[in-house]
């Protein structure tokens, strides 16, 4: 048998600790940090529940994954007398379960430490503990060990982030690796290096390199360039990396979830020994709120997680977690692990070839479900990203995703059940009833770019150039203040910024059975029955809302953007629905004709735009 220090219990302070304790610890007293000793204060009598998110112990996925034997929680505390119970949760447990009796530790200025050999039976999903004190108790050193059958398996592993121009970001994560993991005494420390593939060339090389970390200038090739420039230097790297962790660059990381990560991959089981390690996204803006856990492709074509929401400072939110299987319905090829987190294996990036050159978008969904490995996700490992509402842009979701769904379905066979001409019919109607006739080219630029071929695609700079092209053909939006003035030009009756709120901004109003059969079929009085339109709607500016009841008949519509304050006014213009429609006929008639052609066209470039010869070409690596 072989020991490892899996997990600590973790305690921090950032803002996201302060603003969601629970997410470490439910307590009665304040948790606060000792800056002398390096302890953590428990600071008065009272309940310390660490069966949480960060400081429960996924005991049923690690008797699944790994070769795990025996549970042990090592303890170090001082202070007040106080009792130590373990819990359990179980798949309809509403609060943490006491599992056998509590121990009890009496009062001592001098460090104690305490071993408590965990129960663990058929039900547990999660384990944990609970601490009360008699009065203030400090705690430090503190972790889950377990007992492994055989010995660890060796592992080199690569954090690759690509950036461009998001200096703090990158440079915060730097100093927490520097700082938390390479700086400790942990294995990890002798066995990881960060690489930051910089796209922007914007980062100081000497001053934020050394030897543990790699700062490498980079033309601006997207994600999916940055993230096999990622790959390549990982695998070439002195002693090559075993796995590669891809993770962004505008996300917070606590450096645990990292140590976790590696402890997971020295003890796994043969059988999963090429698994991916996903790990989850929170709400960087509400820091308790999960929002996605892996993902897969819908029949529809669009990209869905997995779970459900989650409100992880709830304990029986914690236990879903663990405990939810993936239904069966989410087919295992349409399923993928989002480069936020994701660990993937070099030996499989070596059998399944390189990301295709896509620029941003659908890169690490079509790598997921092209590789087919088992996506092991588990509490404690994540990022908190900014959620998908708040940063939409109309360059990425209806140019990028439009374009780099239908490549990668035609050269890799990426989520074959997922119908993206019915996605793209969907977009550009919705786009075009809302009036976002700019948006509905888009769609329709992308398209064409696809109809192009794999040649398009695999020259040098030609993703770059066609995504900036996309950001400039984009909706424009404009602060309130100008808004306002337009409004005033075009002689909205009526608008006044000042009196616009979120609740008639996300507001909508329900419609007859009638009125729903002429908005089908005219588009929102644009195609048929044609009608010039009356008054104005505010509706919001992401695009796949659709408040159907507020924008028929109307002439403008306001949209806004309430999170950066800006917004755009649309008019309604027949004649420019008329142009899109012509267009999007006319591409519909060419891919009916040459789809066959294509479909063989992009298989055929599938080994070419995968190879380590072609990206280190691409990269200008050779």
């Not at 309809?92 to 050999?117: K, Y």
């Not at 009638?514 to 008054?535: A, F, P």
């Amino acid at each position: 048998m072989t020991s490892i220090q899996f997990s600590s219990v973790l305690l921090e302070k950032n803002s996201r600790s302060l603003s969601y304790p629970s997410l470490y610890c439910r307590a009665t007293g304040d948790v606060v940090e000792d800056k002398i000793d390096g302890a953590w204060l428990l600071y008065d009598k009272g309940t310390y529940d660490f069966s949480t998110y960060f400081n429960s112990l996924s005991v049923q996925k690690l008797q699944h994954y790994t070769r795990a034997t025996k549970y042990v929680l090592h303890l170090e505390l001082k202070g007040a007398g106080l009792t130590v119970q373990q819990t359990k949760g179980g798949v309809f447990s509403a609060h943490p379960e006491p599992v056998g009796e509590p121990r009890a530790l009496p009062a001592n200025d001098e460090w104690q430490t305490m071993d408590i050999d965990l129960h663990i039976d058929h039900d547990a999903v999660i384990v944990g503990f609970i601490i009360e004190t008699e009065g203030r108790v400090a705690l430090r050193n503190s972790y889950y060990a377990l007992e492994v059958e055989g010995d660890l398996r060796p592992v080199e592993l690569a954090l690759a982030t690509t950036t461009f121009k998001k200096e703090s970001y990158i440079k915060r994560n730097i100093g927490l690796i520097k700082g938390n993991i390479l700086a400790g005494t942990d294995d990890i420390a002798k066995h990881f290096h960060m690489y930051v593939i910089d796209n922007g060339r914007t980062l100081d090389v000497d001053e934020l390199s050394d030897e543990h970390v790699t700062i490498r200038p980079n033309e601006n090739v997207g994600g999916a360039g940055g993230f096999t420039r990622g790959m390549l230097e990982a695998m070439g790297q002195k002693t090559p990396a075993t796995h590669v962790l891809l993770m962004d660059d505008d996300v917070a990381v606590s450096p645990e979830s990292i140590k976790r990560t590696y402890n997971l991959l020295r003890i796994l089981k043969d059988e999963y020994a090429d698994a991916m390690i996903s790990g989850a996204m929170l709400n960087y803006e509400i820091g308790e709120d999960q929002w996605e856990d892996s993902g897969y492709m819908s029949d529809a074509g669009a990209f869905r997680p997995a779970k459900p929401p989650l409100r992880l400072t709830q304990f029986e939110d914690v236990v879903y977690n663990e405990a939810f299987k993936i239904p069966k319905d989410i087919r295992p090829e349409q399923r993928y692990s989002a480069w936020w987190y994701c660990c993937i294996p070099t030996e499989v990036i070596r059998e399944e070839g390189l990301p295709l050159p896509l620029f941003v978008r659908c890169d690490d969904g079509e790598y997921g479900t092209r590789c087919r490995r088992e996506l092991i996700t588990m509490n404690g490992l994540c990022i908190w990203h900014m959620a998908f509402n708040l940063r939409y842009n109309a360059a990425v979701e209806r140019y990028q995703t439009t374009r780099n769904t239908m490549i990668a379905q035609c050269t890799t066979g990426f989520a074959k059940r997922s119908d993206f001409l019915q996605e793209l019919h969907h977009n550009v109607v919705l786009e075009l009833k809302k009036f976002a006739y700019a948006n509905a080219e888009l769609c329709l630029d992308a398209f064409e770019d696809f109809l192009k071929g794999p040649k398009f695609i695999a020259q040098p700079g030609a993703a770059e150039e066609s995504f900036m092209r996309a950001n400039r053909n984009k909706e424009a939006l404009v602060s309130f203040d100008e808004l306002q003035q337009q409004a005033e030009s075009l002689h909205i009756d009526g608008f006044d910024v000042s009196q616009i709120t979120r609740q008639l901004v996300d507001g909508d109003r329900p419609r007859t059975i009638s009125q729903r059969l002429q908005d089908y079929v005219t588009d929102n009085g644009q195609r048929l029955m044609k009608t010039e339109g009356r008054g104005y709607a505010v509706i919001p500016m992401i695009g796949w809302v659709y408040p159907a009841g507020v924008i028929r008949g109307k002439k403008y519509l306001i949209v806004i953007d309430w999170y950066s304050k800006r917004g755009a006014i649309r008019t309604k213009d027949v004649d420019a629905y008329k142009r899109i429609a012509r267009r999007y006929s006319r591409d519909l008639r060419y891919y009916k004709r040459n789809i066959d052609r294509l479909r063989t066209e992009y298989a055929a470039a599938r080994d070419e735009l995968t190879s380590v010869a072609y990206w280190k070409h691409y990269l200008q690596m050779d």
